[in-house]
């Protein structure tokens, strides 16, 4: 029983680290971005080796530091294409 529930808490970690190293783009400073995915793939196999509390706490803090870095990219993004069309457009 206790396998099968571990199973169910690793698998979906597990198509989460992947999911986020797929969806990253080239970010301008791509070391702070594979640090946090590298941070969540720590806490997943933190998981799957049993010490659930920590690797939870890990992943969850490298997701949260993915999201705000891939915040920062995207608005860097967008204040770029903009600045591309006023300077086009003038």
Do not use: H, Y
């Amino acid at each position: 029983m206790m396998r099968r529930l571990r199973w169910l808490s690793v698998a979906p970690a597990v198509l989460l680290v992947v999911g986020l190293a797929c969806a990253t783009v080239e970010a301008a400073d791509k070391t702070k971005v594979d640090a946090a995915t590298d941070q969540v793939k720590s806490g997943a196999k933190q998981i799957g080796q049993g010490d659930v509390g920590t690797g939870f706490k890990e992943m969850f803090v490298g997701i949260g530091n993915t999201i705000v870095e891939g915040a920062k990219f995207s608005g860097q993004n967008i204040k770029e294409f903009f600045s591309k069309q006023k300077a086009s457009e003038s």
